[in-house]
C-alpha cells in the first residue's frame, strides 16, 4: 500500500504556508507506518509527479480559497478533488491540477483522493499563521488522521 500526505503552499506568505506547517505538525506528533510518506509539496508542481504516480491514497493538506470566513476547514474527496482545483487560481493549485491531470493522463491516478483545505485569513509577506489559521491546526490533524484511519492506517500519537 503507498499513501502520500502532501503539503502544499508558500511559507513565505502566512497563511498560504498551512499545508506545509500541517505536514510539519503531523510529523513531528504522529507516529506513521511506512507505507504512508509525508512530503512537503511548497509550491512545486510538475516536479512532484513521480512522487504521486500509482498511489493507493493521496490526501492534499492546502490553503484554500473558498469565499467563507477565514479559518473555515473543507474536505473533498476523489472526483471532487481535481474538479475544486480546475476552478482555482493560485500559483500552485494551478501546478497541483496539472500534476492530477498528468497522472490522469498517465493512467498513474491515486485510488483514492482527499482535499483538505483552509480558508486564510492574510497572504500578506510573512513566515507565520495568522492566529486564526493556527488555531486550525488541531482541526486539520484531526482530519488528515481520520483519513489514514479510515484508510486501515495505524497512526499513534508520540
Request: charge should be negative.
Amino acid at each position: 500500500m503507498k499513501i502520500v500526505v502532501l503539503g502544499v503552499g508558500n511559507t513565505l506568505l502566512e497563511d498560504e504556508g498551512i499545508g506545509v506547517r500541517a505536514v510539519e505538525e503531523l510529523q513531528q506528533r504522529y507516529v506513521l507506518p511506512p507505507e504512508v510518506q509525508v512530503i512537503d509539496g511548497g509550491t512545486a508542481g510538475m516536479e512532484l509527479l513521480e512522487s504521486l504516480e500509482d498511489l493507493d491514497k493521496l490526501i492534499i493538506i492546502d490553503c484554500v480559497r473558498v469565499g467563507q470566513p477565514p479559518a473555515t476547514v473543507i474536505r473533498r474527496i476523489d472526483d471532487e478533488v481535481p474538479n475544486f482545483f480546475r476552478m482555482k487560481i493560485s500559483p500552485h493549485q494551478i501546478g497541483i491540477s496539472d500534476v492530477l491531470a498528468a497522472l490522469t493522463l498517465r493512467e498513474r491516478f491515486p485510488k483514492h483522493l482527499a482535499l483538505i483545505g483552509i480558508q486564510p485569513k492574510s497572504l500578506e509577506c510573512g513566515i507565520e499563521l495568522t492566529p486564526e489559521i493556527a488555531a486550525t491546526m488541531p482541526q486539520v490533524l484531526a482530519m488528515a488522521v481520520e483519513e489514514l484511519r479510515n484508510f486501515g492506517v495505524t497512526v499513534v500519537e508520540k
